[in-house]
């Protein structure tokens, strides 16, 4: 019922003029606001109330909004290592944009090093018990792609390519046989959705939560590995031997999931090219591997 797209261009300027309203809202104060990252959503960390704010880019995904603090609680729940929602009334609609709040997360975030205890991480959350008080939606696995594709600042001739390579992974897609069974998925597993607090992990991120195959989470990681380069093959094997499973010995769909990954990684990053030389740079090279050159890795964003 929420499903209005705000056309206005999503930039650091216009997300902390939404913080500004919605700090007001809640009774916050936006002074010493730190732009943490700007991506599919901005977020903000409040140092002055140890909150962390996350604005989405449109009304699109308020119920991915609603979903993530629902999922949240059912995992403080069963005592699972999560992020937190704050104390206020939440998501919150402000200027178009669905907010949410969290408890601000001392430590770092995860890296390349932390892709063992990712791979625990996953097998964990894909054994936890479903929830009773609300449903998980069905995982979407190329919801948003299509909407960033049509919306970002890119050539017609980029936008038409990427829009007929999304049809045809539409279609390989609905005629794949998964050989694991279905299961909470967290829809964007790598370790950057990890926050390392004392030594221990505590899973972030979670508008993507879903009823879906585990394989996609594992594909993530094996993505990296695999066509960005950011895993060696000893970090991959770490992962792989503490979730218990290598997706890449799926013959029949690994590859299908991998192009997945590539164009939902390439249509992330293309939100922003305009926001440095580096990204559009960077958006060329994956470009150019989505249409068949494989000669160069990428770089992380």
Partial sequence: MRDVTNSKQ????????????????????????????????????????????RIA??????????????????????GFPAADVADFPQPIEVDGHPV?????????????????????VLRR?????????????????LGRVAPRIKTAPVSTADRDFLLVRLAELSSALTHLSYPLHPAPTHGDAHTGNLMICEGQPILIDF???????PEWDLAVSA????????LTEEEYRDFVDAYGY???????????????????????????????PDIAEEYQVRMRTIRGDRSSGWRPF
């Fill in 10 to 53: 999503f930039s650091a300027q216009s997300s902390l003029n939404v913080l500004r309203a919605a700090c007001d809202l809640v009774g916050l104060s936006d002074k010493h606001a730190e732009l943490m990252r700007l991506g599919e959503n901005a977020l903000y960390n409040l140092p002055d109330f140890h909150v962390v704010v």
């Fill in 57 to 78: 880019r449109t009304m699109d995904y308020w119920a991915d909004a609603e979903n993530e603090v629902a999922v949240a609680r059912w995992l403080a729940s069963h």
């Fill in 100 to 120: 949410t709040f969290w408890r601000f997360i001392p430590g770092r975030e995860g890296d390349r090093e932390d892709i063992a205890t990712l791979g625990t």
């Fill in 125 to 141: 959350l894909h054994s936890t018990p479903l929830p009773t008080d609300f449903r998980l939606p069905a995982e979407d696995i």
């Fill in 207 to 213: 508008e993507r939560v879903a009823w879906g195959q």
């Fill in 223 to 230: 993505t990296e590995y695999q066509t960005a380069g950011w």
């Fill in 246 to 276: 290598d997706v890449t010995t799926w013959t029949e769909g690994f590859d299908t999931l991998r192009a997945v990954h590539e164009l939902k990684m390439t249509t992330w990053l293309m939100q922003n090219v305009n926001e440095s």
